[in-house]
């Protein structure tokens, strides 16, 4: 088995701002980007753009 990659970046989750259901799952670099991440993504249960802000780290 591969074993689990050890470095700068971390996997998030992007939280839809209106209906509050994590939509997307991404990773960022923690030494490049220190404030919360902030998109405009598609948001299937609402069928419209919204704001996506970024969550806690997933495991």
């Known amino acids: 088995m591969a074993s689990k990659k050890k470095g700068p970046r971390n996997v998030i989750g992007l939280k839809c701002s209106e209906s509050g259901v994590i939509n997307y799952i991404t990773s960022k670099n923690k030494n490049n980007t220190k404030e919360k991440i902030k998109l405009m993504k598609y948001s299937p249960q609402l069928r419209k753009k919204t ?9």
Do not use: F
Request: aromatic share 0%; glycine share 0%; no cysteine.
């Open 51 to 59: 704001l996506h802000v970024e969550t806690s780290k997933l495991k």
